[in-house]
């Protein structure tokens, strides 16, 4: 019969003093990854969402509207 456990190996002890080096934090330069083509990118998205998110208010307002007048229609 085949094994179905996987023996480990072994590892350095941890002390208890010095945190280890995979465990300190590392900083991250503001500059990286920003640049001005995302910027752009993204003001030309904004241009459609208000019209969406208007739309979307109307309709919910719509149907909200017609859920209440159904319900006093019906008496409950």
Do not use: N
């Not at 003093?17 to 500059?31: F, H």
């Amino acid at each position: 019969m085949p094994k179905s456990t996987v023996k480990l190996q072994q590892t350095a002890p941890i002390s208890k003093g010095a945190p280890t080096t995979a465990l300190r934090p590392t900083t991250i330069s503001p500059g990286v990854g920003s640049g001005s083509d995302e910027d752009e990118d993204d003001e030309s998205d904004d241009g459609m969402l208000l019209p969406f998110s208007i739309i979307v208010l109307v309709l919910s307002v719509v149907v909200l509207v017609i859920e209440v007048l159904t319900k006093m229609a019906s008496g409950s």
